[in-house]
C-alpha cells in the first residue's frame, strides 16, 4: 500500500504541481480547474476519469458548469501519497 507523505515530502511535491494545494482541515490537496465551458469541462473528467480507473486510484471532485473542483487522498493510507502526486500531474497534462 502507498505510504504517507511527510509534511515536507507533501510541500516539496506541490512546488512542482501548478496550483495545487494543501486542503485546510485534512491531509489532501487540491485545485480548482476552469475550462471554456462545460464541454471541456467533461472532456477533462472523461479523460482524468479513464486514467483513475486504470490507476485504481479515484479523485473527489464536483463539477459546476465549466469548473471542476478535485481533492486527492488515498483513502487506505489516510493521506496524501505518490498515487495523489502522480494523478495530480496527469490532470494537468490533461488540461493543458
Ligand atoms: N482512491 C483513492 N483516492 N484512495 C484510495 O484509497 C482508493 C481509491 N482505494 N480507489 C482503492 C480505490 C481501493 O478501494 C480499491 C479496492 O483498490
Given at each position: 500500500?502507498?505510504?504517507?507523505?511527510?509534511?515536507?515530502?507533501?510541500?516539496?511535491?506541490?512546488?512542482?504541481?501548478?496550483?495545487?494545494?494543501?486542503?485546510?482541515?485534512?491531509?489532501?490537496?487540491?485545485?480548482t480547474?476552469?475550462?471554456?465551458?462545460?464541454n471541456?469541462?467533461?472532456?477533462?473528467?472523461?479523460?482524468?476519469?479513464?486514467?483513475?480507473?486504470?490507476?485504481?486510484?479515484?479523485?473527489?471532485?464536483?463539477?459546476?458548469?465549466?469548473?471542476?473542483?478535485?481533492?486527492?487522498?488515498?483513502?487506505?493510507?489516510?493521506?496524501?501519497?505518490?498515487?495523489?502526486?502522480?494523478?495530480?500531474?496527469?490532470?494537468?497534462?490533461?488540461?493543458?
Amino acid at each position: 500500500m502507498a505510504e504517507r507523505l511527510s509534511a515536507e515530502a507533501r510541500r516539496q511535491a506541490l512546488d512542482g504541481l501548478s496550483d495545487w494545494t494543501e486542503v485546510q482541515g485534512r491531509d489532501a490537496i487540491g485545485k480548482t480547474f476552469v475550462f471554456k465551458d462545460f464541454n471541456e469541462a467533461f472532456g477533462f473528467m472523461t479523460r482524468a476519469a479513464l486514467v483513475a480507473e486504470k490507476m485504481d486510484h479515484h479523485p473527489e471532485w464536483r463539477n459546476v458548469y465549466k469548473t471542476v473542483e478535485v481533492v486527492l487522498s488515498t483513502h487506505d493510507a489516510g493521506g496524501v501519497t505518490a498515487l495523489d502526486i502522480a494523478l495530480a500531474k496527469t490532470m494537468n497534462a490533461i488540461a493543458s
